[in-house]
């Protein structure tokens, strides 16, 4: 198939969704907790997450706008701290259950049976059945005027990963901690790790590391 600029604003708008939801490739499916001051808890799944750099170690993740109330974004911009937690493969339904629009009230941690961990002197709960757990603070909050969205970039405080999982160079293999990926708003996927590559170099070829 071949769609132009025409062809993808003419297109009905739940097959457009799901075309560019997944056309951008594999996306990290992570949980993304947090509480507002009362100690009211949320839980949602976000697949936007990406890499912004590891020193200072900075992720950003898009929040997109609703005409509804958005418990994640406003907890993050009150409390400024927020949990990334990995989606393993033996809570998928779970996860995306956390994508239902609970009232504010109503903890996602209740609603679907995963349990809250809480860490000393962090002010957003981790999900205990989740083997990699990110604590984060806010350091940038943008506004983005093209969609209306909300970039937010947080430092990375806390790391809480599987020590079997941790190769000696700091690399963290995800497959063995068995993290999934996801496509789209609805399709989970296992990984495997095809191969490793030593940095590339212009005068030497590639070269498988394992
Ligand atoms: C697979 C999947 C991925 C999602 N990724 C995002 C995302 O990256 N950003 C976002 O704003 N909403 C995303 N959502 C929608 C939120 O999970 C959903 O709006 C949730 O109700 C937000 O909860 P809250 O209002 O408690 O923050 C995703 C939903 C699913 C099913």
Redesign the pocket.
Known sequence: MHFTEKDIAAMESRYRAALINSVSGFKP?NLVGTADHDGNT?L?????VVHLGSNPPLLA????P?PV?????DNILNTRCYSINHVHHTFIEAA?Q?????PKEQS?FTATGLQEHWVEEFAAPFVLEASVRLGLELREHQHLRINDTHLLIGEVVLVDVPSDCLGDDGALNLSAAGTVA?SG??SYYETRRLRRMAYAKPDQPPRALE
């Open positions: 499916a949320n949602a799944i976000i697949s936007s993740l898009i929040i997109r609703n109330e958005r418990h994640t974004l995306h956390t994508a239902a629009r609970y996602e996801l708003l609805d």
